[in-house]
């Protein structure tokens, strides 16, 4: 099927449109910057409401099938939608592990019942997602999960302990990674995949306090609880393989994903625009030879990571280390986020000093949270230090 | 600000052939010994290998086809020039080429030509910006007066052993003209050679005073001024390339060491201590090529616009940090061989040192940027 460029930028101007009327106000406390930092009841509701409106006028799920809750029509109106979204900057879609993960798994390789009970409830964010994949003792080695899974009749047993449960606290249902098999040769064998309830007894889900001071995600307890022995997904032994193919539906509509925000991306601009007022010295800030330096580094780092990502696909400017641009890019990415949140609290002089819930702090405290905040993502999924460890050992090949 | 302007970055099947022929050419022509052999000649490069650049046609390459080039602009150089870097090729080719451009954007007709068919045919060229140490100042203080006869002393004037063309910004009456000043009319005691960090440049310090010109030599228009401003940056942008070919080769050189010399029964690359320091030469050699290759993307034979303003700049900004960086780490990690002449990394720490400066350091650059982005 071929869009005409015209229907295209109908559509375009169709979502604009309908963005900018329905864009909510802001509500009078801190909203999200990502699917990670839902803490508050508070936060959850207008999330809810505000996923359910752009679902109900035809903006999420454009691309899933109709009989599901979908919209049934080409991805490429889902990526259109997806880019108004960000460029006029409203609001996540919260349920990311139903959106970009579980649903377009289940979608992909579910059976008929799977669709028809899951689907739909993730588009509107009646049913809340989660992920139940690390583990105390198993977060960068994945493969050792240790979590239990026995059969017992028309149910399995689990037994185990989750942690950095994303809205472990709010889910219904979780995709769950479990060992059914103890004795596999390979351990990547004995693993299984399951989509499970989480309103069953033996689930506790407690929530984690972070740096921020925010809750967010869950340590999630598994004691004897009992699920359903069809909430498996394909096979016993599959597991490993199930949960590889959740990862590459993050690359976006085409990919599977249903769509909507994940995160708001924050830029140099947002920063310099919000630094116009502020003084340092008794004069305005941005004349500040040093301060100035300081943000044109910034810029730089940031461009300098659009231009990778571009450069990426460009065969003879990569043949040096092909990979390099592809796996330093969550290192480069991060760091620089990380570096630029920490450089707007110390611009702020004194109100640099002051933390969400002080009236007086710069846009109710967004920096200073954001700074703690980028922390999740310099750790999370490999540490900095063990993601320099991988560019250092795959891209330039230095000894392990 | 930075959010209007361009993120365009696309190569060419031209670049594309450019950059595997000059890679082939350079490492043929340009090994570390070849390099070694020029570090104490007059010239600073072996003229057979430039006789074969302008066989091929490299002297062209930027010079548009009405000219009699092959019009593929300062994009094409880019590719070129990177391996030069990377092969540590001592040539005049950057201030030939630079001096070519600027007799292209000021367009003095029948003259220009002439010069360009020069060129074209392997006749070095060069440009004397400065008067001065420092790269900021842009104000011309040499003269030239109502009889035509030059008046002043010029600095830091790239391969001006070699160059047999030379361009000089003045000042007549008031105005900046640009003199075109064959090497016939300079008397060898008149050019006063540096001694320079990195031994495979030239430049020297040239006293111009009493020289007479005719008047066909002059250019006077009201394109000088833009043209010699963006020359600078085109300048900025090709030692910009270049620093991201040597940083190039600084870092093979680096790897090859880490996962060859053992200490402590390791291979030193596997201490995290070495391993990470070299992810962050790779990182930034990465954000060096993006640049340059964005700034090649969108320069054109048109005056410099903004973007294109914006682009050199920070090509330049990166690069120089990530030579220096990395030249310095290369040093240290080779250890006490490191701190020897015959051991390789003291070709390139001495390249960053000279390129730093070449067309303003990173802080210059860093500044210029923030005049676009905050003063408005």
Known sequence: MTNSKKELEEFRAEVSAWLGDNKPKEPGFLLPQSFMEVGTD?????????????WSAGYLGLAWPKEYGGGGVDPVFQTIADKEMRRLGVPICFNIIGLGWAGPLIKDIGTEAEKKKYLKGILTAEDIWCQGFSEPDNGSDLGNVQMRAVRDGDEYVINGTKIWTTMGNYAKYMILLARTNQTAERKYDGLSFFLAPMNVSGVEAKPIRKITGEYGFTETFFTDARIPADSIMGQEGQGWKIAMQTLQYERGAEAGHAGGLAFVRVQ???????????????????????????????????????????????????????????????????????????????????AGALYVGDDSALEGGFWQKAYFQSFSATIGGGTSQVQANIVAEHVLGLPK | MNKTSSNSLSFTEEQAMLLEASREFCRKKSTIEDVRKQLDTVLGYDINVWNEMVDLGWLSIAIPEHLSGSGLGVNGLVPLIENM???????????????????????????????LQKIIEGTPATIAFLENSDWGDTKIRCKIGSDLTIQGTKDFVDDAMAAQIFILPLIKNGELVLALVDRQQLSDNAIFPHVLIDQTKRSARIDFSGIKIESSQIIENDRVEKSLCDVRIIGALLVAAEQAGSSAACLDLVVDYLNTRKQFGNLIGSYQALKHPTVDMLTMLDASRSFIYHAATIISDAPIQKDVRVACHMAKAQSTNTLTFTADRAVQFHGGMGFTYACDTQLYIRRAQWSQQQYGDAEYHRSALAGIFFDK
């Open chain 1, 42 to 54: 508070q936060q959850l509701d207008f999330l809810r409401e505000w996923q359910y409106k752009i």
């Open chain 2, 85 to 115: 870097g990377r092969a540590m090729l001592g040539t005049p080719l950057v201030s030939t080429v630079l001096a070519a451009q600027l007799l292209i954007r000021a367009d003095a007709g029948e003259c220009s030509e002439r010069l």
């Open chain 1, 268 to 350: 140099m601009d947002d920063l310099i625009g919000q630094l116009k007022s502020a003084y340092r010295n008794g004069k305005p800030l941005l004349d500040d030879p040093i301060v100035r330096d300081q943000l044109v580094s910034l810029i730089m780092e940031e461009k300098a990571i659009s231009l990778g990502d571009k450069r990426t696909h460009i065969g003879p400017l990569t043949s040096d280390y092909p990979l390099s641009l592809p796996l330093s890019h969550k290192l480069r990415y991060t760091e620089y986020a990380r570096r630029m949140r920490k450089l707007a609290v110390n611009l702020q002089g004194a």
